[in-house]
């Protein structure tokens, strides 16, 4: 008898046929402006007979007063858990559940966000509740109380994670405690605030005018639409946003280690370097050099930290863009006993960026998996359109989106050269690091003056 070897069929490659480059024209929706200043964007959707809706409000974490870190967490949380004038608390909830429809709040460092998602039928008695809840809410007292309690509890348990810990304090200490971009909420601070607070923070933020509101889904023509919004929220009225003054951030340009002293199983270390401003033209080979850097598991610092010499599971890297200085960030979960290998692995790869230009094909790789990537962000018409008005609420042109893949895959190596040597300074990074120093095979020193924090 003779066996066939299936050997052949697996060392001849498939012959396919050289694909096309993305053709990314992704459809613009409608924007209008109410009377009041109020911003709409529309985008129809009849796939399935349901309406989602999102409100940007112009605030964030960074508005919080020094004294009432705080503040906005707790007003975006109570929106609708704290009832409004119209309804209460248990009659929202109950007629939520009972219309499988969802209206919620929340807060970032630099947008706060309402969302609704109800089935077309309901639009009108959910639009109802949300419109309220965006415009008239009452803070019910014994709602402030859980929710108080509830962020009491977070701040408790923040290091629960110290992988999340070490991040969060990095960022910190980069900006300065004292700093918005680098201030957390505490006992104090969120005791502090008190129901007044709350309304008079609402009053200031939440103004037609202040607001982007973004509806895509199965709610009929634009103008049916329109007027549905303009019966809710047309009486609204406009007025002055009073919005605190963000002191200029102040990076210290030479290299800093922080170090918690902590027995865990593992070493997290974060390193920080001084980043980009929002806007800045430079985020495009920026976005490149990142993936090539530390943006997925063919990434250098993957390839090198995690897959060849085994130091590390976790490994990455990324970059924030803030109005002022954001920053770069590389992170590693590592042994303690091989920390200083992995951080010394961290610098090194930083450093060879900087020393070469990469070969096209690792350049056009980075920018087919970021392009790949991108197109795929919007599998609906409301994550599309939601995208368009954040790039509005965030002062990017009209056109970003249109043009991003465009402006992409002009980047050539040069750029990523060019980007890499000026921003990448991983000799004046901050390092951060958490771990059990008795188990570390080198002193933290050898990176640079240490200082000492204590975990609270």
């Not at 396919?16 to 053709?23: E, R, S």
């Not at 870190?69 to 119209?86: F, M, S, V, Y």
């Not at 200029?248 to 401003?277: H, T, W």
């Not at 939601?386 to 609420?393: D, N, W």
Request: one cysteine or more; hydrophobic letters at 40%.
């Amino acid at each position: 008898m003779t066996l066939l070897s299936a050997a052949p069929l697996f060392a001849m490659p498939p012959n396919l046929p050289k694909l096309d480059a993305v053709n990314f024209k992704p459809p613009k929706g409608d924007r209008y402006v109410l009377e009041n200043g109020l911003v709409v964007y529309l985008m129809k959707d009849a796939t399935l007979p349901v309406v989602h809706m999102t409100a940007y409000i112009r605030t964030g974490k960074i508005n919080d007063p020094a004294a009432k870190i705080g503040l906005g967490e707790l007003t975006a949380g109570l929106l609708k858990d704290g009832g409004t004038l119209k309804y209460k608390p248990e009659e929202i909830d109950k007629t939520l559940e009972y219309l499988a429809a969802s209206v919620e709040s929340s807060l970032g460092n630099e947008e706060a966000r309402a969302d609704m998602t109800v089935l077309k039928k309901d639009l009108d008695a959910v639009l109802d509740i949300y419109a309220d809840v965006l415009m008239h809410p009452a803070f019910a007292e014994d709602k402030v109380k859980l929710k108080r309690d509830e962020v009491l509890e977070m701040i408790r348990r923040r290091n629960d994670d110290p992988s999340r810990e070490a991040v969060r304090e990095a960022v910190r200490a980069f900006y300065g405690a004292g700093h918005p971009y680098g201030w957390r909420s505490e006992e104090a601070t969120v005791n502090a605030v008190t129901i007044g607070d709350m309304k008079a923070y609402h009053a200031n933020y939440y103004k037609p005018n202040n607001v982007i509101l973004v509806a895509a889904g199965d709610f009929g023509s634009d103008e049916e639409m329109l007027a549905r919004l303009k019966a809710r929220f047309g009486a609204w009225p406009r007025g002055e946003v009073n919005f605190p003054v963000i002191p200029p951030v102040e990076i210290k340009g030479a290299r800093q280690v922080y170090f918690i002293d902590r027995d865990i199983s593992q070493a997290f270390i974060v390193m920080l370097q001084k980043g980009v401003k929002r806007h800045d033209p430079v985020e495009y080979p920026l976005t490149v050099a990142n993936e090539m850097l530390g943006g997925g598991l063919s990434s250098r610092l993957a390839s090198e930290i995690r897959s060849r010499k085994g130091l590390a599971y976790s490994v990455y890297s990324y970059f924030a863009k803030k109005p002022d200085y954001g920053y770069i960030l590389a992170y590693c979960g590592t042994k303690p006993e091989t920390y200083s290998q992995a951080l010394s692995e961290l610098v090194a790869q930083f450093d060879l960026m900087k020393k070469e230009a990469a070969p096209a094909e690792e350049v056009t790789r980075a920018k087919d998996a970021i392009i790949n990537s991108f197109v795929f962000r919007f599998p609906t018409p409301f994550e599309l359109i939601t995208e368009r008005a954040s790039y509005e609420y965030y002062g990017y042109p009209a056109d970003y989106l249109d043009n991003y893949v465009e402006n992409l895959a002009k980047t050539d190596p040069k750029a990523v050269l060019d980007t890499a040597q000026k921003l990448f300074k991983p000799e004046d990074a901050l390092i951060f690091v958490i771990g059990n120093s008795k188990k570390f095979d080198k002193p933290l020193s050898g990176f640079g003056p240490v200082t000492e924090l204590k975990e609270d």
